[in-house]
């Protein structure tokens, strides 16, 4: 049975989904703080109370407007559950909800990053013209190396910011230049894979 005071806060929530407000902030519904590592028990376990909550069977015989706002907070509930539950989505999430990331922004690289880079591209194009196993070897490794080094410079940041969020405000450009550099490594990943 529901709290009147949770029935109020989803109402809520409800209500500023439908005024121009499409994007409830995922952690409010799910009553968490805003972090880069939640607790995937409490993620789990609030996706799984409020699918419950709001199963459409259980609201079959209520108003069409009944049943409309609960098939609304069962589909703001799965994509809260799908972004909170996926690490690569939850940066991006959290980046953007701080007002960081903008969707198709022209982010600029460091210089230093675009010039190893360079070398593993024109890498990559001497592959597609000449294969050689022993060098795509070689700039596999390269690259896992590149990535081995982000991604621990990421759970570095990560760590720090989760720990303090509202003094760890200042990290986000560092977390936000080590999204787009992961990024440019997918890309680059998705051309190896093209190699073989």
Partial sequence: MTSRSEHLRLFNLIHSMSEAKPDTNYFDFYELPIQFNPDQNAVKTKFYALSKQFHPDFYANESEEKQQEV??????????????SNAKKRL??????KGIVETDEGYQLPQSFLMEMMDVNEALMDLEFEPDAEKLAQVKGDV???EKDLTNELNDLIARFDSNPTVS????????????????????????????
């Fill in 144 to 146: 896992d190396a590149i």
């Fill in 71 to 84: 098939l609304n907070l069962s589909t703001l509930n799965n994509k809260a559950y799908q972004t909170l």
């Fill in 169 to 196: 405000d200042a990290l986000l450009p560092s977390i936000k230049d080590n999204f787009y550099r992961q990024k440019y490594i997918d890309r680059i990943r998705e051309r190896l894979v093209k190699q073989k």
């Fill in 92 to 97: 991006k999430y959290v980046l953007e909800l």
